[in-house]
């Protein structure tokens, strides 16, 4: 069973930057493609940006030329670097196979705020 841990989320004010980790057990990991996804207060849980297994990228408009996901399959992890951080960014983010396969992490809160 797949475990995913996410991390390096908190408060930062607009314009600000994070970056995220997420920590995967289980060797099919290189074989997966993986997203970011994230949760608003209220709100559906969306994708906001995915790399398949070979590195190609994409993103949600939202977030394109501001957050930047990579992997290192060799260490089982995904990042995704979150640079000039609007309010809007605010939610909790969850990393998880694309399509979702495993069990959701616990997440990590980002609050963008002044």
């Known amino acids: 069973q797949v475990q995913l841990v996410e991390s390096g989320g908190g408060l930062v004010q607009p314009g600000g930057s994070l970056r995220l980790s997420c920590a995967a057990s289980?060797?099919?990991?290189?074989?997966?493609?993986m997203g970011w996804y994230r949760q608003a207060p209220g709100k559906g849980r969306e994708l906001v940006a995915s790399i398949s297994s070979s590195g190609g990228t994409n993103y949600v408009d939202s977030v394109k030329g501001r957050f930047t996901i990579s992997r290192d399959n060799a260490k089982n992890l995904v990042t995704l670097q979150m640079n000039s951080l609007k309010p809007e960014d605010t939610a909790v983010y969850y990393c998880n196979s694309l399509p979702r396969l495993y069990n959701w992490g616990r997440g990590t809160q980002v609050t963008v705020s002044s």
């Open positions: 289980g060797s099919i990991f290189s074989a997966r493609a």
